[in-house]
Antibody
Framework: EVQLLESGGDLVQPGGSLRLSCAAS????????MSWVRQAPGKGLEWVSS????????YYADSVKGRFTISRDTSRNTLYLQMNSLRADDTAVYYC????????WGQGTLVTVSS | DIVMTQSPDSLAVSLGERATINCKSS????????????LAWYQQKPGQPPKLLIY???TRESGVPDRFSGSGSATDFTLTISSLQAEDVAVYYC?????????FGQGTKLEIK
């Protein structure tokens, strides 16, 4: 069974940093593009970032470009999102998702940016 | 960026009746080299992650009931639920995956009348 399990969400102050992880199982991790999609409280879905199966290509929304970095570790079957210079409007549930379009989603991890 | 606009924002339909949600993209998401529309539909129930229903505009994901169907091409798309069931109450999103940023529509909230 394909499973994605996010972790790392927390309460962080504006300007702070956080690293999210997404542990993948049940499929050949290196064969699929992976993405992060976020959802602010009570709002819609916002694509954040994607990475190719090889990790050689990465893509970012303008709202996070230069602040967030997506990466993957094939040996650990894990996807990461390093988030720096966090702002209040980064507050959201962050989902990792497999493939394009996003066919399998994790349950999400909550990031709250507040002083 | 490709802007995705859904209509209506909310919809109330009686059980057993048809529900129709529209999605319009600001530019074509039809890729000429393979004649595929890079358009997906998702269902999201409260407290749950989104679930993929339809991709390539009209291909139903495995396990999705056949009362869900997608249609349209280029810039205009429709998600149809042929006979609404109670478990279909959710927010529905369209998404283009033609080019980054892979934008979503604002969502359509579907309720029972």
């Amino acid at each position: 069974e394909v499973q994605l399990l996010e972790s790392g969400g927390d309460l962080v102050q504006p300007g702070g940093s956080l690293r999210l992880s997404c542990a993948a199982s049940g499929f050949t991790f290196s064969s699929y593009a992976m993405s992060w999609v976020r959802q602010a409280p009570g709002k819609g879905l916002e694509w954040v970032s994607s990475i190719s199966g090889s990790g050689g290509s990465t893509y970012y929304a303008d709202s996070v470009k230069g602040r967030f970095t997506i990466s993957r570790d094939t040996s650990r079957n894990t996807l990461y999102l390093q988030m720096n210079s966090l702002r209040a409007d980064d507050t959201a549930v962050y989902y990792c998702a497999k493939d394009r379009p996003e066919k399998v989603w994790g349950q999400g991890t909550l990031v709250t940016v507040s002083s | 960026d490709i802007v995705m606009t859904q209509s209506p924002d909310s919809l109330a339909v009686s059980l057993g009746e048809r529900a129709t949600i529209n999605c319009k993209s600001s530019q074509s998401v039809l890729y000429s080299s393979n004649n595929e529309n890079y358009l997906a539909w998702y269902q999201q129930k409260p407290g749950q992650p989104p679930k993929l229903l339809i991709y390539w505009a009209s291909t139903r994901e495995s396990g999705v009931p056949d009362r869900f169907s997608g249609s349209g091409s280029a810039t205009d798309f429709t998600l149809t639920i042929s006979s609404l069931q109670a478990e279909d109450v959710a927010v529905y999103y369209c998404q283009q995956y033609y080019s980054t940023p892979y934008t979503f529509g604002q969502g359509t909230k579907l309720e029972i009348k």
